[in-house]
């Protein structure tokens, strides 16, 4: 079973209530330990090391043991805890059918942050949370980029919850495939940048031009250039 699964114990040392003995018969620093549980309930074995000033108590302990003065009780402690990663996503404001058009009309004049947005649309299709750690990777961005597109709302933060052991590794999937009418818009639009440095793509909500902006935004990241797309 993989080590975060597991449980640990802590021991717990306290007095044996059920029996009587003769305290003169115990050693100085055996008195010094019963002494420190007739003031606490319980004990940890690490804060029975310190009274007595040693790293290994369990000599003593035995010899209390045998004596019956003492009992010993484990307590059990969770180890594992659940993972929680960092994530963006675009902000509420922000998710309509022109949600595009309108962030790359408010980053024009800073290129950076404009270049964090469209890797995050890039991002998107396949990965389902966007981690802020990709997505400075992918971006080549700090955390006080991302932190800033966060204090513009244009980034929301959240906290994704996941299994600190994977099982089975997921495959990464591709931006989703363009239908015909899809990839005829496409290759117009790569018709149209041969000649004009804009190229406008009209259509009704729901038609599929944000699987077009995807597909043009990795084509333009992959050969490193930069350009605008709105919708109409």
Request: net charge negative.
């Amino acid at each position: 079973m993989p080590s975060v699964f597991l449980l640990e114990s802590e021991t717990l040392i306290s007095l044996n209530t059920s029996t009587n003995f003769d305290q003169s018969s115990l050693k100085d620093d055996e008195y010094l330990v019963y002494e420190a549980l007739q003031q606490q309930s319980s004990l940890k074995v690490d804060e029975i090391n310190a009274i007595i000033d040693t790293k290994n108590s369990f000599p003593l302990l035995q010899r209390l043991l045998d004596l019956k003065a003492i009992v010993v009780e484990q307590e059990v402690l969770e180890k594992y805890t659940p993972k929680l990663i960092r994530c963006v996503r675009i902000h509420s404001d922000h998710q309509h059918d022109d949600a595009l058009q309108e962030l790359l009309k408010s980053l024009t004049r800073s290129a950076k942050q404009r270049e964090i947005v469209l890797n995050y649309f890039a991002l998107a299709p396949r990965h389902p949370q966007i981690k802020v750690s990709e997505l400075k990777t992918k971006s080549n961005a700090t955390s006080t980029q991302i932190k800033a597109l966060i204090d513009k709302n244009i980034f929301e933060e959240y906290f994704f919850q996941t299994d600190r052991i994977q099982f089975d590794a997921s495959e990464t999937s591709a931006s989703k495939s363009l239908n015909e009418f899809q990839e005829s818009a496409l290759q117009e639009i790569d018709t149209s940048f041969e000649t004009y440095d804009i190229s406008l793509l009209h259509g009704v909500t729901s038609s599929g031009k944000t699987e077009i902006y995807v597909k043009k935004i990795e084509a333009i990241i992959a050969a490193r250039k930069t350009s605008s797309l709105f919708s109409s």
